[in-house]
């Protein structure tokens, strides 16, 4: 199974600065019938369902900031919020779609 | 807009059984393949089952395999989870969701909580 390690497990940054999390597999998720990487990242609020924000890893979804980014490729990925907001604060994960499907364990965001 | 809504959790003792549903309202429910995700408490998501479309294709995390059932009704637009055998790990708030072509999850319940204790 594919396994995938976010880093930092937790992170504080100011409001108006810049967050960043990454996220690494253990093997490639670049998926070459489509030339793109299948890794997705999500949102998670207290009493909240998961919110997809980032899809074949840099690809926003509709209605997503634009704040928020995702970069990478291969084994190694990004996700960054340009300018943190309070209502960013969640737990992000990553998420691999290549191989059925693992998550990372989770980046605790605060202010 | 789609609208998914789990039902079917509870309290259940260990080597217990549960079925959840997934009621989905919102799409054309037999051409989407669904998921169930949990997360235990205090814990990170993890991918519990899939099922293909036609419910042909099913497929399932190695720390429920042969224990859980995923199964689907076309006709109802409803998906179910068959859980055999539960264990005090099976702890966790499920949710259902649908999986894009791309094989991500873009549309999520609200989730049921399961949980497994004497």
């Known amino acids: 199974d594919i396994v995938l390690t976010q880093s930092p497990d937790s992170l504080a940054v100011s409001l108006g600065e810049r967050a960043t999390i990454n996220c690494k597999s253990s093997q490639s998720v670049f998926h070459s019938s489509y030339n793109k990487n299948s890794l997705s990242w999500y949102q998670l609020k207290p009493g909240q369902p998961p919110k997809l924000l980032i899809h074949w890893a840099s690809t926003r979804e509709s209605g997503v900031p634009d704040r928020f980014s995702g970069s990478g490729s291969g084994t190694d990925f990004t996700l960054t919020i340009s300018s943190l907001q309070a209502e960013d604060v969640a737990v992000y994960y990553c998420h691999q779609y290549y191989s059925t499907h693992t998550f990372g364990q989770g980046t605790k965001l605060e202010i | 807009e789609v609208q998914l809504v789990e039902s079917g959790g509870g309290l259940v003792q260990p080597g217990g059984s549960l079925r959840l549903s997934c009621a989905a309202s919102?799409?054309?429910?037999?051409?989407?393949?669904m998921s169930w995700v949990r997360q235990a408490p205090g814990k990170g998501l993890e991918w519990v089952s899939a099922i293909s479309g036609s419910g042909t294709n099913t497929y399932y995390g190695a720390s429920v395999r042969g224990r859980f059932t995923i199964s689907r009704d076309n006709s109802r637009s409803t998906l179910y989870l068959q859980m055999n055998g539960l264990r005090a790990e099976d702890t966790a708030l499920y949710y259902c969701a649908t999986e894009t072509s791309r094989m991500d999850f873009d549309s999520w319940g609200q989730g049921t909580l399961v949980t497994v204790s004497s």
């Open positions: 919102g799409l054309t429910f037999s051409t989407y393949a």
